[in-house]
């Protein structure tokens, strides 16, 4: 599935870190290609030209434009892209991000999956699933992971067990800033802010500390606010997500379903683990909170690591988990389960008024920003230290086999 030299005549492996020009209000495409572009095995298949177009009209296919706009990428063309034509063809089989809006990058994903996923189902890839309802398709190889729902009645036990395809995991995320009300107050405290001294004859406290008698009048209650304060607990990590993400949820009362073992309407807790890991799993912190007393953004910050082992949230992994808390391993052993990030995708400013920028992972220890055509070199640090909106990890073992290719190629010559 690797890109070989005899696959890719006239290409670079590695791209000149060309920029996309923002079209108006598009930089929400611009870091989502960035991202798709330097996945492994997605540039592998489009840099092959393995896709064999079966659709009527060849202009609309997104698939075949994809395979334009990634060898135009690595061609070594130093000047930015103009995805013009990607943006069109986006519109027509996206009406729901057609215009120059402003659009989240989350939905631009989804739908850019969607869209490819449909238009590669004449592949050979796609033709060769057992299973016609099943697509295995270079869209599915890549990004398709099983989540899997246990709900177990609490009157019998009985677990029903679905598992759903998913390309990516959204994350619920802390509140920026806590809201407190204050239910106690220490009665009879004045704070002394000043004290005004007036010349009095026969003083003969001159020079000591005066003592107040309490001859204050009680002041009447009033309701106050308190502004710029908030709670500041510790950092919270991309695992502490996961950790909710697959903790048992207990449904209630209101939410009684009939059980299939029993055969009654009881109450029940569901549970979500991974039951199959995708080759590159996305990550998508909900930032943007909607709802009908609100409409914000959550700026809190989510550290989240470079290696990511997914191992404890795994539906084999579930005999580990005792009273709903997560038991981590130091090291699994299983790197078929271990992730290597290689890019974030970034929002910055209000919910109202925004800019998507991206970080790409061109090697091991190398980053870059891509900020529409405006391409940086960036740090580790940098990486790490931005708010993070959607995370793209791959397996290790990618890496593993990539370095294998290389030494084969290495010694041919």
Same mark, same amino acid.
């Given at each position: 599935m690797f890109l070989r030299d005899s696959d890719s005549v006239g290409l670079r492996v590695e791209p000149r870190n060309l920029g996309l020009i923002n079209l108006g209000n #598009?930089?929400?495409?611009?870091?989502?290609?960035?991202?798709?572009?330097?996945?492994?095995i997605?540039?592998? +298949?489009?840099?092959?030209?393995?896709?064999?177009?079966?659709?009527?009209?060849?202009?609309?296919?997104?698939?075949?434009?994809?395979?334009?706009? +990634?060898?135009?990428?690595?061609? @070594?063309?130093?000047?930015?892209?103009? %995805?013009? =034509?990607? /943006?069109? /063809?986006?519109?027509? &089989?996206?009406?729901?991000?057609?215009?120059?809006? !402003?659009?989240? $990058?989350?939905? +631009?994903?989804? $739908?850019?999956?969607?869209?490819l996923h449909r238009h590669?189902? @004449?592949d050979d890839a796609g033709k060769a699933a057992s299973n016609p309802n099943h697509c295995n398709c270079i869209i599915d190889q890549i990004f398709t992971g099983g989540l899997q729902s246990d709900v177990t009645c609490q009157a019998c036990h009985g677990v029903s067990t679905t598992i759903d395809p998913c390309w990516d995991i959204s994350l619920d995320l802390p509140g920026s800033c806590t809201r407190l009300f204050l239910e106690h107050t220490v009665p009879n405290t004045l704070l002394l802010v000043s004290l005004i001294l007036t010349p009095a004859l026969g003083c003969t406290a001159r020079d000591q500390h005066l003592q107040l008698l309490p001859n204050i009048p009680k002041l %009447?209650? #009033? !309701? $106050?606010?308190?502004? @710029?304060?908030?709670?500041? %607990?510790?950092?919270? *990590? /991309? *695992?502490?997500?996961?950790?909710?993400? *697959?903790?048992?949820?207990?449904?209630g009362s209101s939410a009684k379903i009939k059980c299939g073992s029993c055969q009654s309407y009881q109450e029940s807790t569901k549970q979500l683990t991974m039951n199959k /890991? %995708?080759?590159? $799993?996305?990550?998508?912190?909900?930032? +943007?909170?909607?709802?009908?007393?609100?409409?914000? =953004?959550? #700026?809190?910050?989510?550290?989240f690591p470079l290696e990511l082992d997914m191992t404890p949230f795994m539906a084999s992994s579930k005999e580990s988990r005792m009273n709903g808390q997560l038991q981590l391993p130091t090291n699994s052993g299983n790197d078929e389960n271990k992730y290597s990030l290689f890019a974030v995708?970034?929002?910055?400013? #209000?919910?109202?008024?925004? &800019?998507?920028?991206?970080?790409i992972r061109h090697h091991k220890d190398q980053w870059f920003k891509c900020d529409d055509a405006v391409i940086t070199k960036a740090s580790i640090k940098d990486v790490l230290d931005s708010e993070g909106y959607l995370l793209f990890y791959h397996k290790q073992v990618l890496e593993h086999e990539s370095e294998k290719v290389k030494e084969v190629n290495t010694q041919a010559y």
């Open positions: #598009t930089c929400f495409m611009n870091c989502i290609v960035q991202a798709l572009t330097h996945t492994p997605l540039r592998d +298949f489009f840099l092959s030209d393995r896709h064999r177009c079966e659709m009527p009209s060849p202009e609309l296919c997104l698939v075949c434009e994809m395979s334009s706009l +990634f060898r135009e990428l690595y061609s @070594g063309n130093p000047s930015p892209h103009v %995805p013009y =034509k990607l /943006l069109h /063809l986006v519109w027509i &089989h996206a009406r729901h991000l057609a215009g120059y809006r !402003q659009q989240d $990058a989350h939905e +631009f994903l989804i $739908a850019a999956l969607d869209v590669c189902k @004449g %009447p209650k #009033t !309701q $106050a606010t308190c502004s @710029g304060l908030s709670l500041l %607990p510790g950092i919270t *990590t /991309l *695992t502490d997500c996961l950790r909710r993400f *697959t903790r048992p949820e207990h449904l /890991l %995708p080759v590159v $799993a996305c990550f998508h912190f909900k930032r +943007f909170e909607h709802s009908a007393k609100q409409r914000r =953004k959550i #700026t809190t910050y989510i550290s995708v970034n929002h910055q400013g #209000t919910l109202e008024s925004g &800019h998507y920028t991206s970080f």
